[in-house]
């Protein structure tokens, strides 16, 4: 059974910078996809940033490209996701998630396995 632990989440002024982690357990971590999602107040969960296994090619919304980057730590089995030049649309719960397939993934329907969430609030 996989586990994702979403952390660092909070409250963050407009313009600021927050660095979520997801720590997995219970499989092999580097060679399977791993993704951050959103969901806002009132609207569906969407796709910010996903990282391919083995190769680490990435992927990103068009809404958060050049202020967030996601990365991983193998050794750790941790993914990273660092967001700068928060927005007050940034504000929503964020959603660690993982593939058991290696290529990198962007649908909600591809992810086989989900945290809890970590809520992220931007404030203006």
């Known amino acids: 059974q996989v586990q994702l632990a979403e952390s660092g989440g909070g409250l963050v002024q407009a313009g600021g910078s927050l660095r979520l982690s997801c720590a997995a357990s219970g499989r092999t971590f580097s060679m399977h996809a791993m993704a951050w999602f959103r969901q806002a107040p009132g609207k569906e969960r969407e796709f910010v940033a996903g990282i391919s296994g083995w190769r680490g090619a990435t992927d990103y919304a068009d809404s958060v490209k050049g202020r967030f980057t996601i990365s991983r730590d193998n050794a750790k089995n941790t993914v990273f996701l660092q967001m700068n030049s928060l927005k007050p649309e940034d504000t929503a719960v964020y959603y660690c998630?993982?593939?058991?397939?290696?290529?990198?993934?962007?649908?909600?329907?591809?992810?086989?396995?989900w945290g809890k969430g970590t809520l992220v609030t931007v404030s203006s």
């Open positions: 998630a993982t593939s058991l397939r290696m290529s990198l993934q962007t649908r909600l329907g591809e992810m086989d396995y």
